[in-house]
C-alpha cells in the first residue's frame, strides 16, 4: 500500500470524511448499482444523513472491513452474502451488513416487484401473485441441482464457472423464461468429474439444512434474463404487444426499495434490522 491508500484507508481519515459531505456517517458499498439498493434500505431505516461510496468491488472492500474489524474504525460497509452462508463469513461485525440472499438482485426481483413491474406495462391487468410465485418456484426447482454444484465448487475452490453470470444458455430458448432441464444435466454431466461424491453431499447437505428459500441463494445476476424473459412475455400475453424492456431498465424498475408496497417482507426486515444495529454500533 502506498503512502496515498495508506492516508485513505487510515482510521482517522474515514471517519471524518462523511463531514465533507456534511453527512453523519459513510457507507461503503460494492459497485454504483448497490448504491440506490442501500440507500433505499437506510432510508426505509429512518437513515437519510449518510454518505454511500462505491468502491468497486468485494476484493475493494476488504480494506474497509479490515479497519473496522482490526481497527474498530467507524465506518459501514455493506457487502453480497455470496455463498458465505455456507463457507463462513471472512469479516464479521455490527458494521459490516450482508445482504439476506447471494447478492441485492435476489431481493430486487421480488413477487412483488415482478407484479407492480407488469401493473405498470400491462395497464393494470398483472397476472395473480400465486402465479409470479408458482414460475419463482419452478425455477429455483430447476436451478437446484447448479446451485449444489456451485456450493461445492466455492467450498472446494474449484475455480470452475457455474452460474455465470446469465441464465440464457440454461433457458429452453433466447426468449423462455423456464429452464430447461436436459441442458442443466448435460452441463452437470460434463462437470461431475471434477468433484467427488463426498463434495458433492457435504454441499447438498448444507442446502438442506438452510431454511432459506432457494431462490435467494442463487447467484443473482443468473436471475436478471429469466425475470426479463417472464416480464416481457406475460405482458405481451396480457396486452396482446411485445414490450421494449432492456436489462438496463429492469434494474432501475428494481433497485429502489421505497418503491415498494409491502416493506415487511423477510428479507427486507432482515437487512433493515442489520442497517438499525450498524448504526446503533457506529453511535456508540
Not at 454518505?51 to 479490515?66: A, D, K, N, R, S
Request: hydrophobic share 40%.
Amino acid at each position: 500500500m502506498n503512502n496515498t491508500e495508506a492516508i485513505e484507508y487510515s482510521k482517522e481519515a474515514l471517519e471524518v470524511k462523511p463531514l465533507f459531505y456534511d453527512k453523519e456517517f459513510s457507507v461503503y458499498v460494492e459497485g454504483e448499482d448497490d448504491v440506490i439498493f442501500w440507500e433505499s434500505l437506510f432510508r426505509i431505516a429512518g437513515y437519510e444523513n449518510i454518505h454511500i461510496e462505491e468502491v468497486g468491488g468485494y476484493l475493494q472492500l476488504t480494506p474497509y472491513m479490515e479497519k473496522i474489524v482490526n481497527e474498530d474504525t467507524n465506518i459501514i460497509v455493506a457487502a453480497d452474502t455470496d455463498h458465505r452462508d455456507f463457507l463462513g463469513f471472512d469479516f464479521q461485525d455490527e458494521r459490516i451488513i450482508r445482504t439476506y440472499g447471494y447478492s441485492i438482485e435476489n431481493s430486487m426481483y421480488s413477487i412483488q416487484r415482478v407484479h407492480q413491474i407488469i401493473r405498470k406495462l400491462s395497464n393494470n391487468n398483472p397476472p395473480a401473485k400465486r402465479e409470479i410465485k408458482n414460475w419463482r418456484i419452478s425455477f429455483s426447482k430447476e436451478a437446484k441441482q447448479l446451485l449444489i454444484f456451485s456450493i461445492a465448487n466455492s467450498l472446494y475452490g474449484k475455480g470452475e464457472v457455474i452460474f455465470g453470470d446469465k441464465c440464457i444458455r440454461f433457458l429452453k430458448n433466447s426468449t423462455a423464461s423456464e429452464l430447461c432441464p436436459a441442458k442443466i444435466d448435460k452441463f452437470i454431466a460434463d462437470i461431475s468429474v471434477l468433484f467427488t461424491e463426498e463434495e458433492i453431499q457435504v454441499a447438498t447437505n448444507l442446502l438442506e439444512e438452510t431454511t432459506k428459500d432457494v431462490w435467494y441463494l442463487i447467484k443473482g445476476h443468473f436471475l436478471t434474463n429469466g425475470v426479463l424473459n417472464y416480464v416481457t412475455k406475460t405482458v405481451e400475453k396480457k396486452t396482446g404487444k411485445k414490450p421494449f424492456l432492456s436489462l438496463e431498465a429492469l434494474y432501475a424498475l428494481c433497485v429502489d426499495n421505497e418503491e415498494l408496497k409491502d416493506k415487511e417482507t423477510e428479507d427486507i426486515k432482515e437487512m433493515v434490522n442489520r442497517i438499525k444495529s450498524a448504526m446503533y454500533k457506529v453511535a456508540e
